[in-house]
Nanobody, 124 residues
Framework: QVQLVESGGGLVQAGGSLRLSCAASGRTFSTLAMGWFRQAPGKEREFVAA????????KYADSVKGRFTISRDNAKNTVYLQMNSLKLEDTAVYYC????WGLGTSEISEYDAWGQGTLVTVSS
């Protein structure tokens, strides 16, 4: 099983930026696709972004396209989510997750390991 630990959340003003990190251990990171999901209060968890094991292919939710960038450093067993031009509606707990199939899908059911989450709060 892989262990995932997110960091980098916090309070930011609308229009600002944050970079989230997710450190992985316990399984060969370079074979895993990785995803970021988020869950706002009272809402279901939703897909944000994903990246294949090689990093060559990425996928984004329409709501974050052009503002968020997912990347990975396999040498550091870490995946990142750079969030720019943050909006109030980006406020949520952000989770990273591991996809053992390596495809980088948007389907929650394809991910078998999850971090504990990091809170991002965007203020006006």
């Amino acid at each position: 099983q892989v262990q995932l630990v997110e960091s980098g959340g916090g309070l930011v003003q609308a229009g600002g930026s944050l970079r989230l990190s997710c450190a992985a251990s316990g399984r060969t990171f370079s074979t895993l696709a990785m995803g970021w999901f988020r869950q706002a209060p009272g809402k279901e968890r939703e897909f944000v972004a994903a990246i294949t094991w090689s990093g060559r292919s990425t996928k984004y939710a329409d709501s974050v396209k052009g503002r968020f960038t997912i990347s990975r450093d396999n040498a550091k067993n870490t995946v990142y989510l750079q969030m720019n031009s943050l909006k109030l509606e980006d406020t949520a707990v952000y989770y990273c997750a591991a996809d053992p199939w390596g495809l980088g899908t948007s389907e929650i059911s394809e991910y078998d390991a999850w971090g504990q989450g990091t809170l991002v709060t965007v203020s006006s």
